[in-house]
């Protein structure tokens, strides 16, 4: 209904959002360089394909929609470190009674062909330990793949809904770097107290959108980018409870490294070396920084799925194309939290509005239990 009431105009930008490629779309818009740059690092978050793709601006207006503090199109950092965000929920719920268990790996979800109407009724899980834990309803916050695939099995789903869930294209294509560092970088071509400011901002390193291009086109291959974008935070510059007084934390966000490597290579056999490659670069920018280094943790798009169970490596759960997203996401009949496995419900990145820490998935994942619990009930 909203639609209908937009201005002409605003229908037809609107639809040039959403069907026109990165490129020509900012290219439409702007003829600075360094305003296309900064447009072309915004479409590259929680996407894998080229900026001449149809589709391929979506990403940016999602990025985009950010609120902090009832400010719009802002985004935050959390004191303490992101694990702070689920340390305080944690804590809430402990207060009101809720069981936390950590270190207890899920093996399968537990189905029951007697409990559903059509199908089989999710009523609980059982852990890699073989106990079993029953419930009313299983929330996931697994991926879909892992969830349906993996936890339910395809003999639980309709063949069609399976197939759809095993094509899902998955695919953030990034590498993680955390440094510890002894002291605070500096920024060439940069005053001190420029420097200084520019440390507690988000830093993208990229030289231009043909550099973005050739990057996606080398990793779609299983290659390593020539000039990788990188994208880092300096937390510790604005929370110095992160490090011990004068040292610093660091994180790098990295694009784009392929879950599927050419020519039969390892990520455990290159990633060290693909690591020292990076941080070569992140020199040129910072000079002296590998001095500072005092540790560095890796993760590598394998590392990512193995630590945190992430299919493919993807932090966003499947891909922010246009047929993945709003109520497509991660299909129709799974778009609303609720899933075609009575009992089951998705409260993860692969449910509508997608990744990016802003809780909502949860949200309204609770409240479509809480509907449905008391629809059964009466």
Not at 347 to 371: D, M
Request: a positive charge.
């Amino acid at each position: 209904n909203k639609l209908r009431k937009l201005a002409l105009e605003d229908r037809l930008f609107l639809t040039q959002a959403f069907t026109m490629s990165a490129h020509d779309f900012f290219s439409r818009w702007f003829e600075s360089p360094v305003m296309k740059t900064i447009y072309a690092v915004h479409c590259v978050s929680s996407n894998f394909s080229s900026l001449h793709q149809p589709g391929s601006a979506v990403p940016y207006f999602l990025n985009v929609l950010g609120e902090l503090d009832g400010v719009r199109y802002k985004w935050g950092i959390p004191k303490g470190g992101m694990g702070a965000i689920t340390q305080a929920m944690a804590a809430f719920c402990r207060e009101q009674g809720v069981e936390i268990r950590t270190a207890a790996p899920v093996s399968r979800i537990v189905m029951d062909k007697g409990r559903a109407i059509n199908g089989a009724r999710a009523i609980g899980v059982r852990l890699e330990s073989g106990e079993e834990i029953l419930a009313r309803v299983v929330l996931a916050n697994t991926d879909p793949k892992r969830t349906f695939l993996g936890f339910v099995g395809r003999e639980h789903l309709d063949p069609e809904f399976a197939d759809h869930i095993e094509r899902l294209r998955m695919g953030h294509a990034s590498l993680r770097m955390n440094l510890a560092l002894k002291g605070a970088p500096t920024i060439a071509g940069l005053s001190a107290s420029d420097s200084n400011f520019a440390l507690g901002c988000a830093i993208t390193m990229i030289a231009d959108p043909e550099t973005v291009e050739r990057c996606y086109q080398a990793a779609r291959l299983g290659e390593m980018p020539e000039r990788p974008y990188i994208n880092m935070q300096l937390a510790s510059a604005l929370d110095p409870d992160l490090a011990p007084p004068g040292h610093h934390v660091m994180s790098l966000l990295c694009k784009y490294y392929p879950y599927h490597l050419s020519g039969g290579r390892s990520w455990d056999a290159i990633k060290e070396q693909v690591a020292d490659s990076i941080l070569a670069a992140v020199e040129g920018h910072m000079p002296g920084l590998s001095a500072l280094i005092v540790g560095r943790q890796v993760l590598s798009p394998l590392d990512l799925e193995r630590v945190f169970g992430l299919t493919e490596g993807d932090i966003f759960h499947g891909r922010h194309d246009l047929d993945q997203i709003f109520s497509l996401r991660p299909h129709p009949r799974a778009a609303r939290y609720a899933t075609p496995v009575a009992g089951l419900y998705l409260c993860g990145s692969g449910a509508h509005p997608g990744g990016g820490v802003s809780g909502a998935p949860g949200h309204n994942a609770a409240k479509r239990v809480i509907r449905d619990l008391k629809r059964r009930a009466a």
